[in-house]
């Protein structure tokens, strides 16, 4: 099974929060990747840096990022995942992020696990796969869908 990576979990690596090679380890036989838009909510940070050598040391740590793991489009799978979850959730009356929505329609088109520190919200997506790479969590949990909102 395959593995998407949620940009938390590589905020905390960065931060030195999180052992990267450690979650990693062992689990060669699995495919690990990146969503463009992870990939630009990490650049995202990079051009938001206030000091030029803080920039440069995030600029550094996400091209190593992005020549790291292979990156997984936008395309007419995930768009259809996407608008149905987004509809799906909208009319139970839970919504999640707009970047989150993305991966969650990724991972669902694509059937991979999401790995992520901010479990809280992924955990709103029904059939969605959440792993837990938070500071003191660990272990993949099935989504479990929201009860509806009255109306």
């Given at each position: 099974?395959?593995?998407?990576?949620?940009?938390?979990?590589?905020?905390?690596?960065?931060?030195?929060?999180?052992?990267?090679?450690?979650?990693?380890?062992?689990?060669?036989?699995?495919?690990?990747?990146?969503?463009?838009?992870?990939?630009?909510?990490?650049?995202?940070?990079?051009?938001?840096?206030?000091?030029?050598?803080?920039?440069?040391?995030?600029?550094?740590?996400?091209?190593a990022i992005l020549d790291r793991f292979p990156m997984l489009p936008v395309?007419?799978?995930?768009?259809?995942?996407?608008?149905?979850?987004?509809?799906?959730?909208?009319?139970?009356?839970?919504?999640?992020?707009?970047?989150?929505?993305?991966?969650?329609?990724?991972?669902?088109?694509?059937?991979?696990?999401?790995?992520?520190?901010?479990?809280?919200?992924?955990?709103?997506?029904?059939?969605?796969?959440?792993?837990?790479?938070?500071?003191?969590?660990?272990?993949?949990?099935?989504?479990?869908?929201?009860?509806?909102?009255?109306?």
């Open positions: 099974m395959g593995v998407l990576i949620d940009s938390s979990v590589l905020i905390d690596y960065e931060r030195g929060r999180l052992d990267l090679a450690g979650r990693l380890a062992g689990r060669e036989q699995e495919e690990f990747f990146l969503s463009v838009v992870t990939a630009s909510e990490l650049l995202h940070g990079v051009h938001r840096a206030a000091r030029s050598e803080l920039r440069a040391r995030r600029s550094a740590f996400v091209e395309d007419l799978a995930t768009a259809r995942a996407h608008a149905q979850l987004w509809a799906e959730l909208s009319s139970d009356g839970v919504l999640i992020g707009p970047h989150d929505l993305w991966l969650a329609a990724a991972c669902i088109a694509n059937g991979l696990t999401m790995v992520t520190a901010n479990v809280r919200e992924f955990s709103r997506v029904p059939g969605l796969l959440v792993e837990s790479w938070g500071a003191s969590e660990a272990g993949a949990t099935p989504a479990t869908p929201s009860p509806r909102r009255r109306r």
